[in-house]
């Protein structure tokens, strides 16, 4: 059961903007830890796409960007393109039960 | 550019322990203020921390794993590995090995990258 609760789906026509969501509470994303964002295309391994909240990797394009807000965070996605349907988690770090690192509950994206 | 790669058999019968080992290439898995973790996904299901350790042995596991959980480190083969005991049919997954990172040393803003391809282990009589 994940403590970051993202929406099921998401859906959008080629060349639009999309948005995903990734809420969480005060021993998490509301304490100050950074959220890290990551695509997973159908069977493969996930693959990091925003870290530190708002920064991409080497390698990924501008149309990805993070942002993060009191206690939640997003992932936007502009120029939708094929290619972007897949899976996102974000992750951050919750201070609860001792520590952990912990993940979003997964957005599947759908091009239309 | 460091590559992972998880190993271990992909059947375990129910109550006996998962074993799993994760290979590092293309770099040294003492250098650096690296956490090398395993997480894992259920069949249809999202991803869940399992654990990591720091090259120093230090370990951090997930509260829900703790009392089965297993990690160490093998500096020479350059690999650290996973166990799990006791295993049940909801440890069905795929495991993943990945390394965490933070670029302000703070451990708790890891974020992983790069992924193993991923191992499929089937709890199953």
């Known amino acids: 059961q994940s403590v970051l609760t993202q929406p099921p789906s998401v859906s959008g026509a080629p060349g639009q903007r999309v948005t995903i969501s990734c809420t969480g509470s005060s021993s998490n994303i509301g304490a100050g830890y950074d959220v890290h964002w990551y695509r997973q295309l159908p069977g493969t391994a996930p693959k990091l796409l925003i870290y530190g909240n708002s920064d991409r990797p080497s390698g990924v394009p501008d149309r990805f960007s993070g942002s993060k807000s009191g206690t939640s965070a997003s992932l936007a996605i502009s120029g939708l393109r094929a290619e972007d349907e897949a899976d996102y988690y974000c992750?951050?770090?919750?201070?609860?039960?001792?520590?952990?690192?912990?993940f979003g509950t997964g957005t599947k994206v759908t091009v239309l | 550019q460091v590559q992972l790669q998880e190993s271990g058999p992909g059947l375990v019968k129910p109550s006996q322990t998962l074993s799993l080992t994760c290979t590092v290439s293309g770099g040294s898995i003492s250098s650096g203020d690296y956490y090398w973790s395993w997480i894992r996904q259920p069949p249809g299901k999202g991803l869940e921390w399992i654990g990591s350790i720091y090259h120093s042995g230090n370990t951090y596991s997930n509260a829900s794993l703790q009392s089965r959980f297993t990690m160490s480190v093998d500096r020479p083969e350059n690999q650290f590995s996973l166990k799990l005991t006791s295993v049940t049919a909801a440890d069905t997954a795929v495991y993943y090995c990945?390394?965490?990172?933070?670029?302000?040393?703070?451990?708790?803003?890891?974020?992983?990258?790069?992924w193993g391809q991923g191992a499929l282990v089937i709890v199953s009589s």
């Open positions: 992750q951050s770090y919750d201070s609860r039960l001792g520590g952990s690192w912990v």
């Open positions: 990945a390394r965490a990172f933070s670029v302000s040393s703070k451990r708790e803003d890891n974020w992983f990258d790069p």
